[in-house]
């Protein structure tokens, strides 16, 4: 086997997925996922998994990462890592490209497979116009793609949240008890679910709230109270993807990824989300004719970075 490598990894704010990726080919080898609070800072993470992998020869490293990229310093917005672009690639003496997270996603777009999409009505795309990705997670990520093939990072999850009935006016005016600017990604995130019930709740015991994963589970149970945060979610995002496919003029669909999602497919009715996103006074004819999709594919985001690092 060719031990000729790139490397590559996916950051976000609970998790580091790497991989290595042979330079002639799209196989993803050595997928290791690492919990970023085992870590103190990115490159202690890296530094472990270049110990598993001592006979690979790394020829350079895409890093797709949870957070503004514009300056050296990168500071992640959901965990305390922060490290210098600069410093990091003299210390590895690699070449060393740094993406948003939600780009790798968008770069991902043009390698999915057609069993890789499940789509919600019955538009799609014509490759004539604009893309838009989003995937709530630990935090909530935006991105676009032009049909020519650029991705136009964003941090579309912190966007002020704007309620769309009586009932998430309540849910606002709750959040607001606890921050002075809510966020889209407040309600539509890991934290955002919590949020949600939380908000649903006012007044309970939550000495011992639930986690994100209880709430699901809860959901996946019939209870009630879980169900119905499980379902103002999905309502929030659907109306969220479809202000965002206003907003960047996403003609070519809304694709919607994170690991939130697969794990209450079973409880989204598609016709209700497609309904609400769709959703927009004088617009819901426009937003009608817009393709919705599901990303079902593994590993997206590191896929994502393949796709940036041969545009590179």
């Excluded at 598609?270 to 937003?287: L, M, P």
Aim: charged letters at 20%; one cysteine or more.
């Amino acid at each position: 086997m060719n031990n000729v490598v790139q490397l590559i990894a996916d950051i976000g704010g609970t998790n580091v997925r790497f991989a290595c990726v042979p330079v002639d080919d799209d196989e993803l080898l050595n997928i290791t996922n690492l919990h970023c609070e085992d870590f103190a800072q990115l490159e202690d993470a890296l530094a472990a998994y270049l110990a598993t992998i001592p006979t690979y020869r790394i020829t350079r490293i895409c890093l797709a990462v949870a957070g503004p990229v514009t300056q050296d310093t990168i500071a992640f917005t959901n965990n305390p890592w922060t490290f210098s672009k600069k410093d990091l690639q003299q210390k590895l003496g690699l070449e060393v490209l740094i993406i948003n997270d939600f780009s790798a996603q968008a770069y991902c777009l043009d390698m999915l497979k057609p069993q890789e999409l499940e789509w919600l009505g019955s538009p799609r795309p014509s490759g004539k116009n604009l893309r838009v990705v989003i995937g709530p997670g630990t935090g909530l990520g935006v991105a676009g793609m032009t049909a020519s093939g650029e991705v136009l990072a964003t941090e579309g999850g912190h966007i002020s949240f704007a309620p769309a009935n009586l009932h998430q006016i309540a849910l606002l005016q709750e959040l607001w008890k606890h921050h002075s600017h809510v966020s889209v990604e407040h309600l539509l995130s890991g934290a955002g679910l919590c949020n949600i019930h939380r908000a649903n709740n006012p007044g309970g015991n939550f000495d011992e709230e639930l986690t994100p994963a209880a709430i699901t589970e809860g959901a996946m149970a019939g209870d009630k109270k879980c169900l119905q945060t499980i379902d103002d979610f999905l309502a929030i995002l659907a109306a969220v993807a479809g202000d965002f496919a206003m907003a960047m003029g996403a003609l070519d669909g809304v694709y919607l990824t994170g690991v939130i999602l697969p794990r209450i497919t079973t409880l989204i009715d598609r016709d209700v989300f497609r309904k609400s996103f769709v959703a927009k006074g004088q617009f819901e004819t426009y937003c009608s004719t817009i393709p919705l999709a599901f990303i079902t594919a593994e590993n997206p985001g590191l896929r994502g970075c393949i796709g940036a690092l041969r545009r590179s």
